[in-house]
């Protein structure tokens, strides 16, 4: 069934929220917000993921180095790699793996 989903612009910046947008047999997407100065902290992928930052800044903290991702840039990582993300601002972003 065909449908409009307003999941994302709907997710609001209160800490850390996760919502699970879409999950099959091939890949998931998870949409994101981070409250700015809140951190998700360490977790794994189970599989390669792609991140794409729909609003807000971020700093993702990976293999001993910080990347920082502005508004619509996107950041590729792979499966079982510890990593972290803190909020620079409020930020939303979608992770497909």
Do not use: C, W
């Amino acid at each position: 069934m065909l449908s409009i989903n307003n999941t994302i612009a709907s997710q609001e910046f209160d800490q850390l929220q996760l919502k699970k947008l879409l999950k099959n047999n091939s890949f998931e997407i998870l949409s994101i917000s981070l409250e700015q100065g809140h951190i998700f902290p360490e977790h794994v992928s189970p599989t390669d993921a792609v991140l794409v930052l729909l609003e807000g800044e971020i700093e993702f903290h990976i293999l001993g180095e910080k990347y920082i991702l502005q508004k619509l840039q996107i950041f590729d990582f792979p499966a079982k790699t510890v990593h972290k993300v803190s909020a620079r601002k409020d930020s939303k972003f979608i992770i497909i793996r």
